[in-house]
């Protein structure tokens, strides 16, 4: 603004009748809106698409680095000293796409690449202080993440990729949390995650897709937690690797989940989880192809349902209500021209699963699991030549496949209340093939269970 406009405002104030102090007492009197110390509220409402994209090439490079993060919405919030409560509403409506590639003819250390995609996204974090945490968040847009390296030469390649429709971390260190949760998402996840590498030392690929995933860590303190998670979209994690040479290890992992709650504490801990998956499937798919290795292993886990308490001392309860309608598959398809160490193929699928591990202290579990859909697992190993029977070399696939899984073990007390049913059939498929002059050792493993529950209790030691 000019002096000559600025002289002209004030002009018209005066003609007002206004002086220059009573005019600035006016205008100050009035208190701006105040938050509410100690507190957090958060309301955030997303309509529109989100899009994140990345391409990281060069031809030759002593460390390679890049990730691509695509968010709806997104809560941060950290506390020291000082208990925070925290208010959080989210709403996301929009698609949610999260792309990263890199390529280089070599790369003599190390090469990461990750991509993540959340619909909803909240990260807590307190330091010797207590956190309230109460949250909802709404998702249906669908969330998509993609990550994929081409390197000839590395050192040690590591690619992920991280879909999820709503996202939800607490971590109190010297501090205790309280959560009341609710979480819906209607929109279809999928992550995929791919590397393609000449010779490498290591490589490693990771593919998580939820569509509700919920962590909540105690260290040296107490949870007391409600967590509610419904599930109507689709999960699919994609794993692929596929390498010339590994001198080292070479894993492809891939998991995928309808509904995902985990809690851990050092002092105790009192849970309530429910949780509904009505997706029409949830799919993980592992695939591994190494023409020239050493350590080959390929792992694909497909979960409707997950409620997982871990705890030191204190007591813990957890009770999980869960029910399953979708279809769950879980495949790992391994191959190794030449297999010089471990060679691993495995798979598993669960409609539902709860599971607390009390520590030293009483546990208590009431597990209500109901599942409808159909469990199917597959996990195929081939090695073209292992080296011999004389061999240091092992070959191995395992697939298991649970309707429902229910379990509580402490090196104290326990009780436990298990309501199960399942109305989905159950299939297992383990396939262990070695051509050449054989293998040390082959072995396999297959498993198909309706209902499975297990209470431990006491120390053995």
């Given at each position: 603004m000019s002096r000559t406009v600025q002289v002209s405002v004030m002009a018209l104030v005066l003609a007002a009748g206004l002086s220059a102090p009573a005019f600035a007492?006016?205008?100050t009197s009035q208190e701006p809106p105040k938050a509410q110390l100690d507190r957090v509220i958060n309301g955030q409402i997303q309509l529109?698409?989100?899009?994140?994209?990345?391409?990281?090439?060069?031809?030759?490079?002593?460390?390679?680095?890049?990730?691509?993060?695509?968010a709806g919405n997104s809560l941060n919030t950290d506390t020291a000293g000082i208990n925070q409560t925290i208010r959080n509403t989210q709403e996301n409506n929009g698609q949610v796409d999260a792309n990263a590639s890199s390529w280089s003819s070599q790369v003599t250390g190390r090469a990461d690449l990750a991509s993540t995609a959340l619909g909803n996204a909240q990260n807590s974090t307190a330091t010797n202080a207590n956190i309230d945490n109460w949250a909802s968040q709404t998702n249906r847009g669908a969330a998509t993440a993609n990550a994929r390296q081409d390197i000839a030469s590395v050192g040690d390649a590591n690619t992920a990729a991280t879909a999820a429709g709503n996202a939800q971390s607490v971590l109190v260190q010297g501090g205790n949390i309280r959560s009341d949760t609710s979480q819906s998402n209607s929109g279809a996840t999928t992550a995929n995650a791919s590397s393609w590498t000449g010779t490498a030392n290591t490589v490693v690929v990771?593919?998580?897709?939820a569509g509700n995933t919920q962590a909540l860590t105690a260290d040296g303190g107490q949870i007391r937690s409600n967590s509610n998670q419904w599930n109507g979209g689709n999960?699919?994690?994609?794993?692929?690797?596929?390498?010339?040479?590994?001198?080292?290890?070479a894993v492809a992992r891939a998991d995928a989940l309808g509904n995902d709650s985990n809690t851990e504490s050092t002092n105790g801990q009192w849970v309530t989880v429910n949780q509904d998956n009505s997706a029409g499937r949830i799919q993980a798919n592992s695939n591994v192809n190494v023409w020239s290795g050493a350590d080959v292993v390929g792992v694909a886990n497909g979960v409707g349902n997950n409620a997982s308490a871990w705890n030191g001392t204190g007591g813990s309860d957890l009770a999980a209500r869960q029910n399953n309608y979708a279809a769950v598959g879980a495949n790992s398809n391994v191959f190794v021209g030449e297999l010089s160490g471990l060679g691993a193929s495995n798979a598993s699928g669960v409609g539902n699963s709860a599971v607390l591990g009390g520590g030293?202290?009483?546990?208590?579990l009431v597990a209500n699991q109901a599942n409808y859909g159909a469990i199917n697992v597959?996990?195929?190993?081939?090695?073209g030549n292992a080296g011999g029977v004389g061999a240091a070399s092992t070959a191995f696939a395992g697939a298991?496949?649970?309707?429902?899984v229910a379990s509580v073990?402490?090196?104290?007390?326990?009780?436990?209340?298990?309501?199960?049913?399942?109305?989905?059939?159950?299939?297992s498929n383990a396939n262990v093939n070695v051509g050449g002059a054989g293998v040390g050792t082959a072995a396999g493993t297959a498993s198909a269970i309706g209902n499975a529950a297990t209470a431990t209790a006491g120390n053995r030691n």
């Open positions: 007492q006016a205008t529109g698409n989100v899009w994140s994209n990345l391409n990281v090439s060069t031809p030759a490079a002593a460390t390679l680095a890049g990730s691509s993060l695509a990771n593919a998580l897709s999960s699919t994690a994609n794993a692929n690797l596929s390498a010339e040479r590994v001198s080292g290890v030293t202290s009483d546990a208590s597959n996990a195929n190993f081939t090695a298991s496949g649970v309707g429902n073990a402490s090196t104290a007390r326990v009780g436990a209340q298990f309501n199960q049913f399942n109305a989905g059939n159950v299939s």
